[in-house]
């Protein structure tokens, strides 16, 4: 298993911290559960710290990266290659119902830093009744998965922790120190896993929810009546 981040240097606008701790790496795996019976699908994929032991337990893996010179590492990589289906893409943008199959869809990953906040809450508007993720095994900077798993009350309960938990089960698995990481960042990060609700409050525009949570959010320390003439003209 390739933990070395030689001939790579991670760039900051990708917000790339590429794993390098082997006893993190096999427990985030063991977290995963990779299987033939599901359409596995990885998130930055990176040097493949997370990609080649998942290989090893399955026929075919999927993948969505951004950085060119990681796809052509990807593509000749040794033993894993022929194994990877490679999607040269943005998150963002991706399409990800076009990967679904005859098979429940399992994605992981580790999320860049600079875009884990967008892009779960764009997951999460853009759903529509039916999910197109049977499971989500993903890893944030520890900030931003405490308040996604915030309790009422708290300090770290706002719009992110309203809009995650509108439509998914979630729970954290464990977290993880600067240590496990190159380049080491400056914060832990958590490993949380989501699955889809059943039962959730439906709207005629989901974004609506995202407007109302922003508008209080943003003026916790004002009187309701201020954003709610924002509101409500």
């Known amino acids: 298993m390739s933990k070395s981040h030689q001939g790579h240097t991670a760039r900051k606008r990708f917000g790339q911290n590429f794993l390098q701790d082997a006893f993190i790496i096999d427990q985030?795996?063991?977290?995963?559960?990779?299987?033939?019976?599901?359409?596995m699908l990885e998130i930055g994929?990176?040097?493949?710290?997370?990609?080649?032991?998942?290989?090893?337990?399955?026929?075919?893996?999927?993948?969505?990266?951004?950085?060119?010179?990681l796809v052509k590492r990807l593509e000749t990589h040794p033993f894993i290659q022929d194994k990877l289906v490679i999607?040269?893409?943005?998150?963002?943008?991706?399409?990800?119902?076009?990967?679904?199959?005859?098979?429940?869809?399992?994605?992981?990953?580790?999320?860049?830093?600079?875009?884990?906040?967008?892009?779960?809450?764009?997951?999460?508007?853009?759903?529509?009744?039916?999910?197109?993720?049977?499971?989500?095994?993903?890893?944030?900077?520890?900030?931003?998965?405490d308040r996604i798993i915030a309790k009422e009350n708290t300090s770290e309960y706002g719009r992110l922790t309203i809009l995650t938990n509108w439509r998914l089960n979630i729970k954290k698995i464990f977290d993880i120190g600067p240590n496990s990481f190159f380049p080491k960042p400056?914060?832990?990060?958590?490993?949380?896993?989501?699955?889809?609700?059943?039962?959730?409050?439906?709207?005629?525009?989901?974004?609506?929810?995202?407007?109302?949570?922003?508008?209080?959010?943003?003026?916790?320390?004002?009187?309701?009546k201020n954003p709610m003439k924002q509101l409500f003209n």
Not at 47 to 68: H, I
Not at 106 to 127: A, H, M, Q, R
């Open 28 to 39: 985030i795996v063991a977290a995963i559960a990779p299987t033939n019976d599901a359409t």
């Open 87 to 145: 999607h040269f893409a943005d998150a963002l943008q991706f399409d990800f119902a076009s990967v679904i199959k005859d098979k429940p869809l399992k994605v992981f990953g580790n999320l860049p830093y600079n875009i884990s906040t967008e892009i779960i809450c764009k997951w999460i508007l853009d759903l529509k009744e039916n999910y197109w993720f049977d499971e989500l095994i993903l890893m944030f900077q520890k900030e931003v998965a």
């Open 45 to 69: 994929p990176g040097l493949g710290a997370l990609t080649e032991p998942v290989c090893e337990q399955v026929e075919q893996l999927q993948v969505v990266e951004l950085d060119k010179d």
């Open 186 to 224: 400056k914060i832990d990060s958590s490993v949380l896993h989501f699955t889809p609700k059943n039962k959730f409050q439906k709207f005629n525009n989901s974004k609506n929810i995202e407007i109302v949570t922003r508008t209080f959010f943003n003026q916790r320390r004002k009187m309701i």
